[in-house]
């Protein structure tokens, strides 16, 4: 599973596109969309400001156990 946040605008006939990364392999998808009519346009930020923001969440919790127990929760 991939998490994409991706930002589009609502046509004025409603019609909402999602251009995907070209990466991604065609097939079935799930696809959540949240709309919030009004709310302010996200603002861009570079990689280099965003690097290590939030890595105070992830103090003390090894890596590989954490994507264990994400694997342990797949269906088989």
């Known amino acids: 599973m ?5 930002t589009t605008e609502i046509d ?4 909402v596109r999602i251009e995907v990364p070209t ?3 065609p097939g079935p998808a799930e696809v959540v969309v ?4 009004g709310a302010p346009s ?3 930020v570079s990689w280099r400001t965003a690097y290590g923001l939030g890595k ?3 103090n003390g919790i090894d ?4 994507v264990n127990r994400l694997r342990d929760e797949w269906e088989t």
């Open 34 to 37: 949240v709309i919030s009519p």
């Open 63 to 66: 890596a590989q156990e954490y």
């Open 23 to 25: 990466h991604l392999h």
């Open 2 to 6: 991939e998490t994409r946040h991706l």
């Open 56 to 58: 105070e969440m992830w």
């Open 42 to 44: 996200l603002k861009r």
């Open 12 to 15: 004025r006939d409603g019609t």
